[in-house]
């Protein structure tokens, strides 16, 4: 079993819609849940990040982790074209070593 | 400021030969780490430089790989003997406060 799961999609959605991107994990000592957002062709670029259980907000986008069940989201308000890339999920329990999901590919239609 | 640096950003080589593959991190982040992109999967995790410590190797898949990290600033990961399954982008990412990474563009490498 990989220590997380990640729906690879592809996922396309209108402009305005509100999207939804998951991850599991088996790991419960993760403690540190973060969301990157990875261009084609370009390094991963960190969202934001959430420390154990709980609601984030930044702007548009909305993370969070409920460590009951193992799962985190990331939620996109009103999303943009701009907003089409792969979306990564991560975590860790120290900040040692991350892992990784494999991406979910986000498209945002105009 | 400028931020994390990768050099070359695409490398094609022939089997059997070695690579280098260079990561400039930002100024002041003490941790460093190095990950592979393939096709289709995940980043997977490589090796891990925090400060003056012993750097974190658990993640290399073979003894063909290492990497140094020069004055805790420069880091280079060497591939010898380099074989098609190595064909990946290889990511180096920094960070002060290890949890909030950046990451560089990548270096594409292709292995005939």
């Known amino acids: 079993q990989k220590e997380v799961e990640q729906d690879p999609g592809p996922l396309s959605v209108p402009e305005g819609a509100i999207v939804s991107l998951n991850c599991t994990y088996s790991?419960?000592?993760?403690?540190?849940f973060m969301w990157y957002r990875q261009y084609s062709r370009k390094g991963p670029e960190l969202l934001m990040y959430?420390?154990?259980?709980g609601n984030k907000e930044d702007g548009r986008f909305t993370a969070q982790v409920d460590k009951s069940s193992k799962y985190i989201s990331l939620f996109i308000r009103d999303s943009q074209p701009s907003d089409s890339a792969t979306y990564l999920c991560?975590?860790?329990?120290?900040?040692?070593?991350?892992?990784f999901g494999t991406g979910t590919s986000l498209t945002v239609i105009p | 400021g400028a931020g994390v640096s990768q050099s070359p950003s695409n490398k094609v080589t022939e089997k059997g030969k070695d690579v280098e593959l260079r990561c400039d991190p930002i100024?002041?982040?003490?941790?460093l780490y190095w990950y592979r992109q393939s096709l289709g999967q995940g980043l997977e995790f490589l090796i891990y430089?925090?400060?003056?410590?012993?750097?974190?190797k658990s993640g290399l898949p073979s003894d063909r790989f290492s990497a140094e990290r020069t004055g805790g600033s420069v880091s280079t990961l060497t591939i010898q003997r380099t074989q098609q399954e190595d064909s990946a982008v290889y990511l180096c990412?920094?960070?002060?406060?290890?949890?909030?990474?950046?990451f560089g563009p990548g270096t594409r490498l292709t292995v005939l």
């Open positions: 100024s002041g982040h003490t941790a």
């Open positions: 430089f925090q400060g003056n410590s012993a750097p974190d």
């Open positions: 991560a975590m860790t329990r120290t900040g040692n070593q991350f892992y």
């Open positions: 990412a920094s960070s002060i406060t290890s949890v909030e990474q950046f």
């Open positions: 959430t420390y154990s259980s």
């Open positions: 790991n419960s000592a993760f403690q540190y």
